[in-house]
């Protein structure tokens, strides 16, 4: 069995990875911890866990987590993850990491997105990005996994193959994305209140998301050329669920909505969580909702010329929760889908 630790148990995405890594067959979770002080029942924080697990939430201590486990998960705030990352990899763990501190790849992108200076640069290099479907290769010999950003995840996943293939016009595209107010993290803040989000849609941290370099990031290199995209986030009165309609013009006349569709097909034919839509269908959250899925749908506009991809995930899970594990079956061999489906 392999030794588990969850970091931020008792936040959102940790809460999320201990009920499922608590079902997976190859796992034993070693620690589930907090900042707090004092210990806290799992149950507090899940209560749909079953009463035989009486596994409780634990005051963070570094020595405790070293001592047992094989993999580390942080599941904390953006910039809390950096330090807490390198000690783990000093300790010869394997660390999966949901926030973004090792996600971009260029240092200088943090102090302007993420408002610090990098602590420690060197991982950037060293840390392989956990978008499964493209760097599987790279995830099964990794030390260190950057787990995707939730808004990147079905953008990525649903243009990267298209710019390969230079189907899209790379200066074109425009990703509006609807999230779930759970994106947010279980923190308090006035914006994702009852009172703001209910009844209510609206678009936040217009053209300055932290999440636009790393689709920048993703999209340059599966085009190898420098991409600029406009991504504007909305907050949706839903507790989950992310969805992404994507403009783009087509790079040539040739491109048609049966092309794309069946270069998408093609690329994820093995992937056991992408599913592309057919002709006239289109992704919807109820569909992934609480599942690893991300599904995609394409539409032309035959009018105007312009292509419409959509994307839909669970932010908690293929966003998050879901792909961390995914990435963990990858690194250690396990079926991909093992506690996943
Ligand atoms: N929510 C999503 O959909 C989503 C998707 C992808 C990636 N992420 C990323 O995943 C990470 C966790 O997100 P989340 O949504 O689970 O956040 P969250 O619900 O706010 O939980 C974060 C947990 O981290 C602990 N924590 C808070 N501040 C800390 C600090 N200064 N130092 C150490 N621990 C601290 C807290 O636990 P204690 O107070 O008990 O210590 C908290 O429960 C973030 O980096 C986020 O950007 C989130």
Redesign the pocket.
């Known amino acids: 069995m392999l030794n588990c630790a969850v ?8 809460a999320e990875l201990t009920r499922i890594l608590l079902a997976h067959p190859n796992v034993r979770i070693t620690h589930l911890t ?3 002080e004092k210990s806290i029942p799992l149950r507090e924080i899940l209560p749909s866990v079953s009463r035989d697990v009486k596994l409780a ?1 634990t005051p ?1 201590n570094f020595e405790n987590v070293k001592r047992k486990a094989d993999v580390v998960f942080l ?4 910039t ?2 950096m330090t807490t990352g390198d000690l783990f990899l000093k300790a010869g763990k394997v660390v999966i990491d ?3 501190d090792f996600r971009l790849k260029d240092p200088a992108l943090y102090p302007k997105w993420y408002g610090v200076e990098h602590a420690f640069p060197a991982r950037l290099k060293q840390a392989v990005y956990g978008l499964c479907e493209v760097n599987r290769s790279r995830i099964r010999k990794a030390r260190l996994i950057s ?1 995707p ?2 808004y990147p995840t079905g953008p990525s996943i649903a243009l990267m193959p298209l710019l390969g293939k230079k189907l899209i016009a790379p200066g074109s595209i425009i990703i509006n994305a609807a999230s779930g107010t ?6 308090l803040v006035p914006a994702t209140q009852f009172c703001e989000v209910n009844e209510n849609y609206t678009a936040y941290k217009v053209n300055k998301h932290q999440h636009i370099p790393e689709i920048e990031q993703n999209l340059s290199g599966a085009a190898g050329e420098k991409i600029k995209v406009t991504f504007i986030p909305h907050l949706l009165p839903v507790q989950r669920g992310i969805l992404a309609t994507i403009y783009a013009e087509p790079a040539k006349a040739s491109v048609t909505e049966d092309s794309i569709r069946k270069v998408l097909e093609n690329a994820y034919a093995k992937d056991p969580f992408v599913r592309i839509k057919p002709a006239g269908q289109f992704p919807s959250l109820k569909d992934v909702r609480h599942t690893n899925f991300c599904d995609v749908g394409v539409s032309m506009d035959v009018r105007t010329g312009r292509l419409v991809v959509f994307s839909a995930i669970d ?2 899970l293929k ?2 929760s879901g792909q961390a594990v995914q990435n963990m079956n990858i690194r250690f061999g396990f079926p991909e889908g093992a506690g996943l489906i």
């Open positions: 970091l931020g148990a008792t936040g959102y995405t940790g907090t900042r707090q939430i963070y599941c904390l705030p953006h809390e993850a949901l926030s973004a787990n950003g939730c759970s994106g947010a993290g279980k923190k932010n908690l966003g998050a």
